[in-house]
């Protein structure tokens, strides 16, 4: 089996006690070598200042790519783009632009009066200043507010031309979604390389709530399987043995790069990398304490 490339998924510290997870997490995943890390964007924009400072310090102290998350909600034009460039002087190039989730309570995504409509304006003025990196996200499976899954993939084509040169998918829990999902992309003409999101399950409970809030299907078999390791209390071992199956058979079908969504809790995330034959380099990220 061929060795994948890796991309890890952090989000920022919002205490203390937070910003030592998000430390550890790349101390124990910085040695795998990634080629980036993605660190989110809260809700509504909520996390658009410590967004900006995880980035800064986690490029400076590792040495490695960081891929900050931008979105279009709650801001103006204007805004935005000078969150971009607060981005672009700290050293951090590489954006996966977003349209971004709306924030709690509300009914749903609503632009701001001076602000990009969606994410596809978002990505063509970012690519405008010839400056950024630029991934978009994808849905293997119908996004919620999507027409169809044609609508949905004329959507990623459509952000794919303004500008983005890689697409990162949702999570999904059966290769053949991420498979099927691929080959449409190819028969609709996307040509740049559309990066499948593993979600290694920490825990079952939450990801399935999660997994139905963004339109991501819960196979039977999956649901049975969980409640039956729970009961015997084999939870960790069959996520690990799930998501490493998941992966080997992603990249047995062809598929070369994988991004995890660590959750900011790194070991489950390492153990399948050691799996898949991602080994620790001598080199890691620096002590700066």
Partial sequence: MTTPAVSFEVFPPRS???????????????????????????????????????????????????????????????ETMAIA???????????????????EG????TPHPEGFADAI?????????????????????????????????????????????????QFFFEAETFLRFRDDCVKAGID??????????????????FALRCGTSVPLWLDQAFDAALRDDRHDLLARALCTELCSDLVDEGVDSLHFYTLNRPDLTREICHALGVTQAITGVQDVA
């Fill in 16 to 78: 203390i006690d937070a910003s030592f997870k998000l430390w550890d997490t790349a101390q124990a995943l910085a040695p795998l070598e990634p080629r980036f890390f993605s660190v989110t964007y809260g809700a509504g924009g909520s996390t658009r200042d410590l967004t900006h400072d995880a980035a800064y310090t986690l490029h400076k102290t590792s040495g490695l790519p960081v891929a900050a998350h931008l979105t279009c909600v709650g801001a103006s034009k204007t």
């Fill in 106 to 109: 509300s009914d749903g995504f």
């Fill in 85 to 103: 460039q607060r981005f672009a002087k700290a050293g951090v190039t590489d954006l996966v632009a977003l349209r971004g989730d709306a924030p």
């Fill in 121 to 169: 304006a978002l990505v063509d003025a970012l690519a405008r200043t010839g400056q950024f990196t630029l991934r978009v996200g994808a849905y293997p499976e119908k996004h919620p507010e999507a027409a169809s899954q044609q609508a949905n993939i004329d959507w990623l084509k459509a952000k794919i031309d303004a500008g983005a040169s890689e697409a990162i998918t």
């Fill in 192 to 209: 740049a390389p559309i990066t499948p999101g593993i979600l290694p399950i920490t825990n079952w409970k939450n990801a399935r709530k």
